[in-house]
């Protein structure tokens, strides 16, 4: 079975910085695009960052300066490096990933999240 676990998640304080990792497991042929998305409460889920297999970035515009995502194709990883924090940032981030499995058709996964909380 495909896993995606996220971890790195804490408090910290109004301009620190954090650095999400989402690790894939299970019998993965080939990771596709990669992304992460926030959930805060009473809040729909919003995508935060994406990257293509080929390295191609998006970020929605309340990011866009102060996080990073990147990937490591190697170990089927995703990275989310996050500075200049800020309250509003605070929500349920997840990992979501398109890959593929040996002679099976594209499939979307996502983690079980990780809380990130941003005090003034």
């Known amino acids: 079975q495909v896993q995606l676990v996220e971890s790195g998640g804490g408090l910290v304080q109004a301009g620190g910085s954090l650095r999400l990792s989402c690790a894939t497991s299970?019998?993965?042929?080939?990771?596709?695009?990669m992304g992460w998305y926030r959930q805060a409460p009473g809040k729909q889920r919003e995508l935060v960052a994406t990257i293509t297999t080929g390295g191609t970035t998006d970020y929605v515009d309340s990011v866009k300066g102060r996080f990073t995502i990147s990937r490591d194709n190697a170990k089927n990883t995703v990275y989310l490096q996050m500075t200049n924090l800020k309250p509003e940032d605070t929500a349920v981030y997840y990992c979501?990933?398109?890959?593929?499995?040996?002679?099976?058709?594209?499939?979307?996964?996502w983690g079980q999240g990780t809380q990130v909380t941003v005090s003034a």
């Open positions: 299970g019998s993965i042929f080939s990771v596709n695009a």
């Open positions: 979501n990933a398109v890959l593929y499995q040996l002679y099976k058709d594209l499939a979307n996964y």
